[in-house]
């Protein structure tokens, strides 16, 4: 219902603010939260996508669905970035509003009857559309729907206007979508009626744009002094003081600023104010919301299901293939589509931890055919598994770090250089391992040297420089070394004795 006569009032007092329209087209790549039960009392009202034969808003009509899907793929064709919000529960300031919309209900029904009985197919038309009432099963539906279309829909703690108006507030959106005029007294900075109508064309300009900070300005109220204002004017929390219209609450918030003022100096006999009339809660049901306990994941869009969303519309909902088929194809266009996961392997079947499967999965491994191991290992059949800790374990790896070692280049000179040696001083020379490896292949190269020259007998004596890096015993032990003189000699720090 919103707040009583506002759309009248600020056409005539605010007309710059409220004579604004432009075509859909010019919102491109702006975020606008919309208003869904707007949204989805429109489509079922519409008469357009409900199947014949049914009513609408009964258990049968689809025309919410088929409505809401059409519409928000042109939004996004236009560049339009929708955040769709649905009511949440109503506060309980609002039970006897909803108790006031039963009665005209039942009376709306009362005239149909009527209508049909005189075959009056506008009057059935007008009193039909005021029996629909979105439920609670079609918000759940169009939840479902935008979900699987990677649409953003957020479920409000309260009123769905309360919190598109917030979201702009709070720069999350630039505008909030409705039809109602409740967003500004909410605070929605910027307001856009008709916007559906105006995406169905977008180059009319059908769209109306309402802009608070004008009508604030033109009225000279702050956002305070407007809410006061509305609350006098009548509004869905609270009823009406008696005798109180629009214009009368317009001149006493401009003479008194606000409500607690009004009430002390208004004239009680003539405006009968109701018992219990709770203005400071109707206030703080127009405060600014705390967003806390909203996920920035909620407001982005995600890529299109379509393999949800075909089954969706053609399994549950059972629309029209070839209705299906357009909208999917125009929807992924412009949104692109979930890519199908990648087939993950299967893993490896686990040894089962029971003991009797256990045993029984050991005796049917025992049992396999032996052509068949022939195959994996060959004529012989596989070694036996060793322990860690085992001796034929320990001196395999102990055999094949020597290996290594052994088979370095470094290894392979100090052994060639022995060779030689003990090859010219006997099999019985004992080297030090702590011996260089230059003065080794020295000795070596200066014996190769000499081999063609006179050969010399001479006797390695202990305190010689040779005894000492032949590392020989004590005496008595002597090494006949056969070399020649002046190799020998540079050897010796000692006593040497030659003979020829």
């Known amino acids: 219902m919103g707040i009583k006569q506002l759309g009248k009032f600020l056409k005539s007092s605010c007309p710059s603010a409220m004579n604004s329209h432009s075509p859909a087209a010019e919102y491109k790549d702006q975020t606008v939260a919309i208003d869904v039960s ?5 489509c079922i009202t519409a008469m357009g996508d409900t199947p014949r034969g049914v009513q609408p808003g009964s258990e049968l009509d689809t025309s919410h669905i088929a409505g809401l899907l059409r519409r928000s793929i042109r939004l996004l064709e236009l560049g339009i970035k929708p955040i769709f919000i649905f009511d949440g529960e109503a506060p309980m300031m609002k039970s006897h509003v909803l108790q006031q919309r039963e009665k005209n209900r039942a009376k709306s029904r009362e005239l149909l009857e009527e209508a049909q009985a005189m075959g009056d197919q506008e009057a059935m038309k007008r009193y039909g559309a005021r029996l629909v009432k979105v439920t609670q099963r079609q918000n ?3 939840r479902e729907l935008l979900g699987v279309m990677g649409l953003p829909a957020v479920l409000a703690p309260g009123e769905a206007e309360r919190l598109c108006a917030q979201l702009a507030l ?15 007294a909410f605070g929605a900075p910027k307001v856009l009626r008709n916007l559906h109508q105006g995406s169905a064309s977008p180059q009319v300009p059908l769209v109306q744009e309402i802009r608070m900070p004008e009508i604030l300005a033109q009225l000279h109220f ?11 004017a009548g509004c869905d929390y609270l009823p009406t003081i008696s005798k109180m219209g629009i214009m009368t609450a ?23 104010v109701p018992e219990d009339w709770n203005f400071q809660g109707a206030r703080q049901c ?35 293939p070839e209705m299906v088929d357009e909208n999917m194809r125009k929807l992924i266009t412009v949104k692109g589509c979930l890519q199908p996961p990648r087939p993950l392997q299967s893993p490896p079947p686990r040894v089962p931890k029971n003991g009797q499967q256990r045993l029984a999965a050991n005796v049917k491994q025992e049992k396999k055919p032996r052509e068949r191991q022939k195959k994996q290992f060959g004529s012989r059949p596989p070694a036996t598994p060793q322990k860690k800790g085992s001796p034929l374990r320990q001196a395999f790896f102990k055999g094949k770090r020597t290996v290594v070692d052994e088979a370095s ?10 060779a030689m040696l003990q090859h010219c001083f006997g099999d019985d020379l004992l080297l030090p391992a702590e011996t260089p490896l230059a003065e080794l292949e020295r000795l070596v190269q200066e014996v190769q040297t000499d081999a063609s020259s006179q050969a010399s007998q001479c006797t390695t004596l202990p305190g010689s420089s040779l005894f000492s890096c032949l590392s020989l015993e004590e005496p008595p032990f002597h090494v006949k070394v056969t070399m020649t003189w002046h190799q020998v000699c540079p050897l010796f720090v000692g006593t040497a004795s030659a003979s020829s």
């Open 286 to 320: 127009f405060c600014p919301m705390d967003l806390g306990f909203l996920r920035q994941t909620e407001l982005k869009e995600k890529p299109v299901d379509a393999g949800a969303l075909r089954r969706l519309l053609l399994e549950r909902h059972s629309l029209p």
């Open 38 to 42: 707007c949204c989805l009392y429109q």
């Open 170 to 184: 709070n720069g999350l959106a630039q505008a909030a979508a409705t039809e109602d005029f409740d967003a500004l």
């Open 250 to 272: 317009q001149q006493l918030i401009k003479k008194h600023r606000n409500i607690e003022s009004i009430l002390r100096n208004l004239d009680r006999a003539k405006y009968k």
């Open 140 to 142: 759940d539906e169009a």
């Open 409 to 418: 280049p470094v290894a392979k000179r100090r052994r060639h250089a022995v």
């Open 222 to 232: 702050s956002q305070e002094e407007f809410v006061d204002f509305c609350i006098l």
